[in-house]
């Protein structure tokens, strides 16, 4: 009797559950012009990618899923240990932090978190593939049916009462953010922290740029990235002394990655395009219909019809500029996370990521 041929995600699905990662490789690597649109196809082919440190493959993969389905839990821990690798800890730190804030109960983002904040050098960890294997993704473990129903009924019995220790916990376990107090001035830039020389846009008094600078400060202290930069690009554009515009500089580099989930300022399409350069790298997110869509080997353009999600009010047109390759179907509304760039006729997007509505 002749044997009907399995669909490969099916097949997949097993080659998975056993971990075997190059025979899941090389089924799906041929087939990633059919399935790259599959979250799950991505999840698995970078899931094996990671395990066979092919940490190049493993990036691309993961960063498809997160332009598909940017909450999908699999691909963030994947995406996490790349970074990790890649030297970057800084922002794997800020993903772990991001999936305990969505979900914190999450036990491996949680020994993730833990065991990449109490490396004493995190940066050694990159070259060291043996022993962050603990934070690659794996197969669940199945679990017998009874044990599934009575870990569900302590949940609901004990998830109340152990709520508010968690999210005590999550609290503490963001990084202290250390060298921004260190960035101080100098009593000379005290006294004279705005000038004459150069061009400038905004004109602050003495008092007005050591209070911008401080809340520059305070606010990439509390993890408000998007309005500490709005900041510092008021110091930028003024007639701030230099010393104080290098020292403003020095703050917007702890700027973190955004996402969807942690950006708690979020600027309007009006709010920008009222002063573009007052909000250049700064990060927002904006509904709206993609149009005028176009693909090509560099990514993806598409114009971003402010507002009009729900095709009643648009608050204005964008330009929007992918470094990869997306697939937008026309007339879906999306959701765009993207940094403003300022040009000289306005400004644009760089997209970071989208997802549908």
Same mark, same amino acid.
């Given at each position: 009797?002749?044997?009907?041929?399995?669909?490969? &995600?099916?097949?997949?699905?097993?080659?998975?559950?056993?971990?075997?990662?190059?025979?899941? &490789?090389?089924?799906?690597? #041929?087939?990633?012009?059919?399935?790259?649109?599959?979250?799950?196809?991505?999840?698995?082919?970078?899931?094996?990618?990671?395990?066979?440190?092919?940490?190049?493959?493993?990036?691309?993969?993961?960063?498809?899923?997160?332009?598909?389905?940017?909450?999908?839990?699999?691909?963030?821990?994947?995406?996490?240990?790349? *970074?990790?690798?890649?030297?970057?800890?800084?922002? =794997?730190?800020?993903?772990?932090?991001?999936?305990?804030?969505?979900?914190?109960?999450?036990?491996?983002?949680?020994?993730?978190?833990?065991?990449?904040?109490?490396? #004493?050098? !995190?940066?050694?960890? =990159?070259?060291?593939?043996?022993?962050?294997?603990?934070?690659?993704?794996?197969? #669940?473990?199945?679990?017998?049916?009874?044990?599934?129903? *009575?870990?569900?009924?302590?949940?609901?019995?004990?998830?109340?009462?152990? /709520? !508010?220790?968690?999210?005590?916990?999550?609290?503490?376990?963001?990084?202290?953010?250390?060298?921004?107090?260190?960035?101080?001035?100098?009593?000379?830039?005290?006294?004279?922290?705005?000038?004459?020389?150069?061009?400038?846009?905004?004109?602050?008094?003495?008092?007005?740029?050591?209070?911008?600078?401080?809340?520059?400060?305070?606010?990439?202290?509390?993890?408000?990235?998007?309005?500490?930069?709005?900041?510092?690009?008021?110091?930028?554009?003024?007639? /701030?002394?230099?010393?104080?515009?290098?020292?403003?500089?020095?703050?917007?580099?702890?700027?973190?990655? #955004?996402?969807?989930?942690?950006? !708690?300022?979020?600027?309007?399409?009006?709010?920008?395009?009222?002063?573009?350069?007052?909000?250049?790298?700064?990060?927002?997110?904006?509904?709206?219909?993609?149009?005028?869509?176009?693909?090509?080997?560099?990514?993806?353009?598409?114009?971003?019809?402010?507002?009009?999600?729900?095709?009643?009010?648009?608050?204005?047109?964008?330009?929007?500029?992918?470094?990869?390759?997306?697939?937008?179907?026309?007339?879906? !509304?999306?959701?765009?996370?993207?940094?403003?760039?300022?040009?000289?006729?306005?400004?644009?997007?760089?997209?970071?990521?989208?997802?549908?509505?």
């Amino acid at each position: 009797m002749k044997r009907v041929a399995r669909n490969p &995600i099916e097949e997949a699905e097993g080659l998975y559950a056993r971990r075997n990662w190059p025979g899941l &490789i090389a089924l799906l690597e #041929p087939l990633t012009p059919v399935y790259r649109d599959n979250v799950r196809f991505s999840v698995m082919l970078g899931t094996a990618y990671l395990h066979q440190e092919d940490i190049g493959g493993a990036y691309s993969s993961f960063r498809r899923v997160q332009s598909l389905d940017f909450k999908n839990r699999t691909a963030l821990i994947g995406l996490a240990a790349v *970074l990790v690798r890649r030297g970057e800890s800084d922002k =794997a730190v800020q993903l772990y932090i991001e999936m305990l804030e969505r979900n914190p109960s999450d036990r491996a983002a949680r020994r993730a978190l833990n065991f990449v904040r109490h490396c #004493p050098d !995190p940066t050694a960890l =990159a070259g060291n593939g043996r022993k962050l294997r603990s934070l690659y993704p794996l197969p #669940p473990t199945r679990i017998l049916p009874y044990a599934l129903i *009575l870990l569900v009924v302590s949940i609901a019995i004990l998830g109340w009462r152990v /709520a !508010p220790v968690v999210l005590d916990l999550l609290e503490d376990a963001r990084p202290a953010r250390t060298g921004i107090a260190e960035i101080v001035l100098s009593q000379s830039e005290q006294e004279g922290p705005v000038g004459s020389e150069g061009g400038f846009e905004i004109v602050l008094t003495e008092k007005d740029a050591l209070s911008t600078f401080e809340s520059a400060k305070k606010l990439f202290n509390d993890y408000r990235d998007e309005a500490a930069l709005v900041e510092v690009n008021r110091l930028l554009l003024s007639n /701030a002394s230099r010393q104080v515009k290098t020292k403003a500089e020095a703050l917007a580099r702890y700027t973190r990655e #955004p996402s969807f989930v942690s950006m !708690p300022d979020r600027f309007t399409f009006a709010d920008v395009n009222a002063f573009p350069r007052l909000f250049n790298g700064v990060a927002v997110i904006w509904k709206g219909l993609p149009a005028n869509i176009e693909n090509s080997e560099s990514g993806t353009n598409f114009d971003l019809l402010v507002g009009y999600h729900d095709k009643r009010k648009l608050d204005g047109i964008v330009s929007v500029r992918a470094l990869f390759e997306l697939r937008l179907p026309p007339d879906r !509304p999306v959701e765009v996370l993207a940094r403003v760039m300022a040009t000289s006729g306005g400004f644009i997007l760089e997209c970071v990521a989208v997802h549908e509505l």
